[in-house]
């Protein structure tokens, strides 16, 4: 197969047609079955975590997703695979996009898996963003998110802020009235838990 190369922005901006990007790493797709992390700085403090995002959500992950391909603007048959999650919102934290999220709203979560090539309309397999993929198992989150219209999708998005972030409540009593709970880190170990409590909500 004709070697083709991409140049992915590490905030996954190329793939889904958003605005800023940090770091690049290029990959080739005559080696599709390898994965290629992408270089994304984790953050240190939840500070910086939170100036970096510009949504933040308690939300409850069913684990099912759909998976779905979107050409990639301007690249010949070149398509971005993604994990369509579906998020049931708990609380907005921050929402510096102006979604107005209620408790209840169903919302959608793009996770950007891949990128695959279509020759004479088939697919010639993935190549995958990571070595081991971000999944979303049943449960429920805090998530640091990036709210923003995607060129590619035609409509404004939600994606992971940073894929080194991604805070599942494992403890005893979540969902309990009343009860904050401390969020742990499943991805990393950059800022390895988060306490709701320490949280300021708009």
Request: proline content about 3%.
């Amino acid at each position: 197969m004709k070697k083709t190369t991409l140049i992915v922005y590490s905030s996954l901006a190329i793939l889904l047609g958003i605005g800023s990007g940090v770091g690049v790493t290029a990959m080739s797709m005559d080696n599709h079955q390898h994965g290629a992390a992408l270089l994304v700085p984790g953050y240190q403090t939840v500070d910086e975590l939170t100036k970096n995002t510009n949504t933040i959500m308690k939300a409850q992950v069913s684990g099912d997703y759909e998976e779905v391909e979107t050409a990639i603007p301007d690249e010949k048959d070149l398509y971005t695979v993604s994990r369509a999650y579906k998020l049931t919102v708990e609380k907005a934290f921050k929402d510096e996009a102006g979604n107005k999220y209620k408790k209840g709203d169903v919302v959608e979560l793009l996770v950007p898996v891949g990128v695959t090539q279509k020759v004479d309309g088939k697919n010639t397999g993935l190549l995958p963003i990571f070595d081991e993929q971000p999944k979303l198992e049943e449960g429920e989150y805090l998530l640091y998110l990036t709210s923003a219209y995607s060129k590619q999708h035609g409509k404004k998005v939600l994606m992971l802020s940073n894929y080194h972030h991604i805070y599942k409540n494992n403890s005893k009593n979540k969902g309990a009235a009343n009860s904050a709970s401390v969020f742990e880190n499943i991805a990393s170990d950059k800022v390895p838990t988060i306490d709701e409590a320490t949280l300021i909500s708009e």
